[in-house]
C-alpha cells in the first residue's frame, strides 16, 4: 500500500454529503467538522438536513448551522428516523426549543416511509430505508437513482430491494479487516456485485484504505471517495 502521507486525498474530513438538486440545497449528516467542508466547498446556502444516524461523529456540528438560520430568516428543518430524531431533541434541545437564550433554529420532522422536500419551487422524492450499524439501526437514502449508505455492516434483505437500478451507490467501506458496525472492503465488494450499479463510490475509509492503494486495486466503475468529490446525477 502507499504511503497515506503522499497524496493529499487521504487527508479526510469526517463523513457527510451535500446535495444540490436545482434550487434545493440538502446536507446529509452535520459532522464535526461540517463548518469547514461548507467553507472549503464554497456552500452558501442550506435547506434541508437529513440524518443516518444520532452518533456524535454524524451530528455534533449541528450548531455550526447557525448562519444558515440567521441567513434566511426561517427554521431549517430537520429529517431523520424516530430514534434519530428523539436523540437529537434531547441532546441539542437548544437547536428545536428556546433554551439558555437562543432561539431555535430547527423543526424536526420523523419518516419512515417516502417523503419530498419541497422549497423554493423544487422537489426532491427521497425514500429512507434501515440499515444495520452495529448495536443500532441506521438509514440509506435513495433519491434520483442515487443511493446514500454511509454507516452499516449488514444490509437487510428488505433494504436491499432499493439499491437496484442505481446510478451511483454510495456505500460504507471503513476497512480492509472485519469490523463490528462498518463493512469492510471485500463485504463492500460483495454487495455491489449483488446490485451492480452503475458507479460505486466507497465511503468513511479509515487509514488503512489508501487512495492509490484503492484507485488501483478496483475496477474503473468503483471509486474511492476523497474530500471535495462530487458527481452530477
Known sequence: MGKLKSNKK???SRCCAHIQYKNLSILIDTSPDIKKQFLTNKIKDLDAIIYTHEHADQTSGIFEIRPFYWKNKKKIPVYGSKRTIKALLSKYTFCFKSKHGYKPIMKAYTVQKEFNINL???????IPFDVVHGLIKATGYLFE???Y????NKI?????KHLYGLNYLILDCLKINKHPSHLSLNEALEIVN???PKKTILTNLH???DYDFLKNKLPKNI????????FNF
Open 10 to 12: 487521504n487527508i479526510r
Open 120 to 126: 423554493n419551487k423544487s422537489s426532491l422524492n427521497i
Open 145 to 147: 437513482k442515487v443511493a
Open 149 to 152: 449508505i454511509s454507516d452499516c
Open 156 to 160: 437487510p434483505n428488505k433494504s436491499m
Open 194 to 196: 449483488v446490485v451492480k
Open 207 to 209: 487509514t488503512d484504505l
Open 223 to 230: 471509486v474511492p471517495a476523497y474530500d471535495g468529490l462530487s
